[in-house]
């Protein structure tokens, strides 16, 4: 009997917690569940933040007899947007201004995107070149666009635009495009069915093309050789746009721009706005785009170089196969930040009259008197394409990855 009371004591001390026994001491001491708790409690607050700010908003605009809510996106427009990709007229809905604002700042990111990717790409293999002459003049390029206030390289594109011969006077471009104070005039689709459907099958035929393309790569890789149906599926896919629109949409006529009296007529015209404002973006984020390509390509090892050299790569396929794969890795998160810098500062088209969501949203708020409102929209739009952005970035970043084979 004593030696079992002397022995009751410690067995009990040892006796281990009920499993499934959830105490305000297990979830502290626990990391895992004290971040989780920790990120609760922080969006809590946000929200109840949010929900203060907006009460007091509304409370203020009711005292002032201001409706609040999204109704007016009903109402009709009362104004004229200059520029845009569909039809709009002042007798339309503000939803429907919302909608072509939309379409011009994806249109002229898109552009600038693009154009400002071909510029960095040279830019930054030029800062690499063994010719004195090439990489002194790219690094005079980083330095002087990098350095540069966006707004006043942008004003000073718009400048030199508006200074540009008039219609009249047009610089013509081999009697295809003509480049006047009103804008580039060049050669368009007729009909704009044709033209949106035209996009339409492009961009499937994009996101079809780029899987089969890995797959003629890997099956290359694995087997030595050129698979000739493969090949032929990837031509397909090339064509796949001119197959659809020959056989579903209408037929493709294109229309040339003519002088008709003191304007252009046919084809179609960016403007000096659309110019000024992908031009400026464009310059300046490619001198960025410049410097993480140079990067990049400095991020690969030299024995790599070394090595295409010495199985008789040339400059071409070494960069293709051995560098920009490798340098891709480095490349592209921060690419993606300079994507959606080129999104965000779209914005500074209202400097130059452009007509983007920024530039629209202003004119409707002014007009709704609906701040708040036309704030949010603004501010969903923005983040909504910012995220879709990332999204596509890092989904490429993924497809470019080195596997372990």
Not at 147 to 176: G, H, W
């Amino acid at each position: 009997m004593s030696e079992n009371a002397g022995h009751a004591p410690a067995a009990r001390a040892a006796r281990p917690a009920p499993r499934g026994r959830l105490t305000l001491s297990s979830l502290w001491n626990d990391t895992g569940k004290r971040a989780w708790l920790y990120q609760a409690a922080i969006l809590s607050g946000v929200i109840l933040a949010g929900y203060f700010l907006i009460s007091n908003a509304q409370d203020a605009l009711a005292r002032q007899g201001i409706t609040t809510g999204f109704s007016f996106l009903g109402n009709q427009a009362g104004f004229e947007i200059g520029e845009r990709l569909v039809d709009f007229e002042s007798t339309h809905s503000v939803l429907r201004a919302y909608q072509v604002a939309i379409l011009n700042t994806l249109k002229v990111s898109i552009a600038s995107i693009v154009l400002a990717t071909l510029i960095g790409l040279v830019i930054g293999m030029g800062r690499l070149s063994s010719n004195v002459l090439a990489r002194t003049l790219a690094s005079a390029y980083v330095e002087v666009f990098r350095n540069t206030p966006q707004l006043v390289l942008l004003i000073f594109c718009y400048t030199l635009l508006t200074k540009l011969p008039a219609v009249r006077e047009a610089i013509s471009l081999r009697d295809i495009a003509y480049l006047s104070n009103r804008g580039l005039s060049m050669p368009w689709l007729a009909g704009d069915r044709a033209a949106w459907l035209l996009l339409a099958t492009i961009v499937a035929s994009l996101s079809l093309l780029w899987p089969v393309v890995r797959w003629i790569d890997r099956r290359r890789f694995t087997t030595g050789n050129r698979q000739v149906m493969a090949s032929a599926a990837g031509a397909a896919l090339v064509a796949l746009p001119a197959l659809l629109l020959a056989v579903l949409g209408p037929p493709l006529e294109v229309s040339f721009p003519a002088l008709r009296g003191l304007n252009f007529a046919g084809g179609t015209t960016l403007s000096p706005e659309f110019l000024a404002l992908t031009l400026g973006l464009s310059l300046y984020i490619a001198a960025f785009i410049a410097e993480i390509v140079r990067s990049g390509i400095q991020s690969v090892a030299r024995g790599q170089l070394e090595a295409a050299h010495a199985v008789g790569l040339g400059r071409f396929d070494t960069y293709r196969r051995v560098v920009f794969p490798q340098a891709m890795r480095v490349m592209v998160p921060p690419a993606a930040i300079q994507y959606v810098s080129i999104l965000k500062n779209s914005s500074l088209g209202v400097a130059v009259g452009y007509p983007e969501l920024f530039n629209v949203n202003n004119t409707i708020v002014t007009l709704s008197g609906q701040v708040v409102e036309g704030i949010t929209i603004m501010m969903t739009v923005y983040l909504a394409i910012s995220f879709a952005i990332a999204a596509l970035m890092n989904l490429y970043n993924k497809m470019v990855q080195i596997r372990e084979r």
